[in-house]
């Protein structure tokens, strides 16, 4: 079955560090690929998300290239703000299969802490 | 504006007890879902519905039920066969479950078992 796996945590930066969070899936048709991020005590908020191969999902200064040839979806940001401390959930949807197979598959989330 | 809503924030329950989440949305979406988070764990699947009246279970629909009588809710009970049902549920509800669209999630309830 499909499945995304997340690089381990927790990752600890100092503000205006780079931000490099990994996440690589597996899928039998096409996924599509998604960030979420999620605040202390609150629901996931969508951060970006990619359709195809090759899409460049970006938002709030984050990017995501959706990399067909090497199954992933890394997450950046050139320079992180203390605001930006929360856990980051990779997942994917694949429409291909149809159904009851079509639902979101969640990675494990990484949390990421952003030091003044 | 839109979106969804989820009640209680937090929810404290004797064991043995059946509660229940509310959930509503105000979004026109046809699929909602109900998901289980659990530290270090990330999200699990409970049960999702795709139309009114219709609903399936997910990964860990074990201890839970749900109902589908209205588009714009979908409450969750867990019951007393539930053997560890402290966790944080997030409800969450999409336009079209099948063409893989984003999921937009509620606040989330904390449910403890006392």
């Known amino acids: 079955g499909d499945s995304v796996t997340q690089m381990e945590g927790p990752v600890t930066l100092s503000e205006e560090a780079f931000l490099t969070i990994n996440c690589t899936y597996t899928?039998?048709?096409?996924?599509?690929l998604f960030w979420y991020v999620q605040y202390p005590g609150e629901g996931l908020q969508l951060l970006l998300k990619?359709?195809?191969?090759?899409d460049k999902g970006s938002n709030k200064g984050f990017e995501a290239t959706y990399r067909k040839e090497t199954t992933s979806f890394h997450l950046e940001k050139g320079s992180v703000q203390v605001s930006d401390s929360a856990v980051y959930f990779c997942?994917?949807?694949?429409?291909?299969?149809?159904?009851?197979?079509?639902?979101?598959?969640f990675g494990k989330g990484i949390t990421l802490s952003v030091r003044p | 504006d839109g979106g969804i809503t989820q009640s209680p924030k937090y929810l404290f329950r004797k064991e043995g007890q059946n509660v229940t989440l509310s959930c509503e949305q105000n979004?026109?979406?046809?699929?909602m879902y109900w998901y289980r988070q659990d530290p270090g764990q990330g999200l699990r699947l409970i049960y999702y519905?795709?139309?009114?009246?219709?609903?399936q279970k997910g990964d860990i629909a074990e201890g839970y039920s749900v109902s589908r009588e209205k588009k714009e809710s979908f409450p969750l009970t867990v019951t007393s066969a539930q053997k560890n049902p402290t966790a944080f549920y997030l409800c969450?509800?999409?336009?079209?479950?099948?063409?893989?669209?984003?999921?937009?999630f509620g606040p989330g309830t904390r449910l403890t078992v006392l």
């Open positions: 969450a509800s999409s336009t079209n479950l099948n063409r893989g669209d984003e999921q937009f």
């Open positions: 899928a039998t048709g096409y996924p599509s």
């Open positions: 990619a359709t195809k191969a090759d």
């Open positions: 997942a994917l949807s694949d429409p291909s299969l149809g159904g009851a197979n079509s639902k979101l598959t």
């Open positions: 979004l026109n979406h046809d699929a």
């Open positions: 519905s795709q139309i009114v009246n219709d609903f």
